[in-house]
């Protein structure tokens, strides 16, 4: 089997973050999104990947062949940003001789188990129940529970079921050839080739889909739903830090992630507060955030929050002489 992780979206809702660190990079509960998937898929015995790159796409490689390097990794960059289904066309090439193949975004983090997607038997989609399926591509169910229909992000939805982005395709030869009818005839829905729309041609001519129903999926892409991800993985086992080193005249509030090297002192952390590695933290308060690599963070009280690496922050230092019935507000 070989996994395709598409990677290679700029992330404008979370800027100014990803005009510098690609969103697959951004860390979550002590390391990068990215890092859920790959982690994921490779305990589960999956050894070969597919990985569409292109804004700050070497980043992403650099990182990947450092902390993997035992992985069979091809990098494919987009040149173009036309959507997940030109992404997939774009590694058609390294696609031909895949008996099956497994695609999942690398910017999203999944709650579910997924070998019962990598050893079903037959093709298979993700799929969940949404309040606002205007906003997702969507999966049309007869009264069996069978996939009558996939349309993406349709005006009136039939259906509240949203694909969340996980693909299990055993017929490869025929998505790769959907995915051609789409480009070669210029077939575009909200100006992009979708993969909802090559999997609806596939399934028009004969081939089924099995829908699985997720627990969850977190779909990185917003600071609020980023800074929620972080706080609900701390709360799992394996991804907290148990052995917080002491710090200096410092309360730690748990569960928190704290990096290697850190300086940490006369300050509060956590609860649910992600900080990487290298970073100076003093007279401080810190909750519910995400703080990268060598920030440095002095007289200052931050809550949900998300600062990046090599980032300072320093608070205003206040000598008052206030008189009666004031009132200042430095918010």
């Known amino acids: 089997m070989k996994v395709i992780i598409p990677v290679a979206g700029v992330g404008t809702r979370l800027r100014p973050h ?7 990079l951004i860390p979550v509960a002590g390391k990068p999104i990215i890092s859920f998937v790959i ?15 292109g804004h700050l796409g070497e980043k ?3 990182y990947l062949e450092k902390r993997y390097p035992n992985l069979n990794k091809a990098f494919i960059k987009q040149e173009n940003r036309l959507g997940v289904g030109h992404a997939i066309w774009t590694a058609r090439e390294a696609l031909k001789d895949a008996k099956e193949t497994f695609i999942i975004l690398g910017d999203t983090i999944y709650d579910t188990d997924l070998d019962q997607f990598l050893h079903h038997k037959g093709s298979c989609i993700g799929i969940k129940k949404v309040d606002e399926p205007d906003l997702f591509g969507i999966a049309e169910l007869d009264e069996d529970g069978k996939v009558v229909c996939l349309v993406e992000k349709p005006r009136i939805p039939k259906s509240n079921m949203a694909l969340v982005g996980l693909y299990k395709i055993q017929e490869v030869d025929e998505l790769i050839s959907s995915l051609d009818h789409l480009v070669k005839n210029d077939i575009r829905t909200n100006d992009e080739y979708q993969l909802t ?15 699985i129903t997720i627990n969850n999926w977190y779909d990185c892409g917003k ?15 394996g991804f907290a830090s148990l052995d917080v080193p002491t710090f200096d005249n410092t309360i730690i509030i748990h ?21 990487g590695d290298n970073v100076q933290v003093n007279y401080s308060i810190v909750k519910e955030s995400i703080i990268g ?15 990046g690496n090599d980032a300072a922050i320093t608070g205003l230092r206040q000598s008052l002489n206030i008189g009666d019935n004031t009132e200042i507000d430095f918010s």
Do not use: H
């Open 18 to 24: 990803t005009y510098t660190q690609p969103k697959p």
């Open 39 to 53: 982690d994921q898929l490779v305990g589960a015995g999956v050894t070969d990947f597919i990985f569409i790159i």
């Open 60 to 62: 992403i490689q650099l």
């Open 197 to 211: 729309d090559a999997l609806m041609l596939m399934l028009e001519g004969g081939i089924d889909f099995e829908p």
């Open 223 to 237: 600071k609020d739903v980023l800074l929620e991800t972080n706080s609900m993985l701390l709360q799992k086992r």
């Open 255 to 275: 569960p928190v992630s704290i990096g290697k090297n850190c300086s940490i002192s006369n300050s509060i952390i956590g609860p649910f507060v992600t900080i």
């Open 293 to 307: 690599n060598y920030a440095k963070i002095e007289e200052v009280v931050l809550q949900k929050s998300v600062v």
